[in-house]
Nanobody, 122 residues
Framework: QLQLVESGGGAVQPGGSLRLSCAASGFIVDYYTIGWFRQAPGKEREGISCISSSDVSTSDSVKGRFTISRDNAKNTVYLQMNSLKPEDTAVYYC?????????????????WGRGTQVTVSA
C-alpha cells in the first residue's frame, strides 16, 4: 500500500553530480516527513537530509553539496548531489514517517525503499 521507490543512482567521477528520485505511492508526501539515508559497506546507516511540509534538515557531511526538494504534484522527493566525493559511495535509501518530524535519524522512520547504488570513483 505505502511504497517508496528510489531511482537515479549510478557511477560518476569525483566532482560530478547525480539527482536521486524517491517516488511515493499509497500516501501523500505532503503529509509525511521524507528522509534520504545512505549506507556504505561496514558503516552505519547515515541520515543525509529530511524534508517535511514545513522544514528541511541536512547533515554536516553533505551540507552545501546536496539539496533535498519535493514536488507535491508528482508526489516525489529528490536529492540533488553535487561535488560528489569517493566517500559518498553508498546505497542511498529514502524513507517516510507520518507528520512533521525534524530528527533525521533512521530509527524514527518506518517505511523504506529498497535503495539505489551511488558509486563515485576515478
Amino acid at each position: 500500500q505505502l511504497q517508496l521507490v528510489e531511482s537515479g543512482g549510478g557511477a560518476v567521477q569525483p566532482g560530478g553530480s547525480l539527482r536521486l528520485s524517491c517516488a511515493a505511492s499509497g500516501f501523500i508526501v505532503d503529509y509525511y516527513t521524507i528522509g534520504w539515508f545512505r549506507q556504505a559497506p561496514g558503516k552505519e546507516r547515515e541520515g543525509i537530509s529530511c524534508i517535511s511540509s514545513s522544514d528541511v534538515s541536512t547533515s554536516d557531511s553533505v551540507k552545501g553539496r546536496f539539496t533535498i526538494s519535493r514536488d507535491n504534484a508528482k508526489n516525489t522527493v529528490y536529492l540533488q548531489m553535487n561535488s560528489l566525493k569517493p566517500e559518498d559511495t553508498a546505497v542511498y535509501y529514502c524513507a517516510a514517517r507520518f507528520g512533521v518530524f525534524r530528527i533525521c535519524n533512521s530509527a524514527h522512520f518506518h517505511y523504506w525503499g529498497r535503495g539505489t547504488q551511488v558509486t563515485v570513483s576515478a
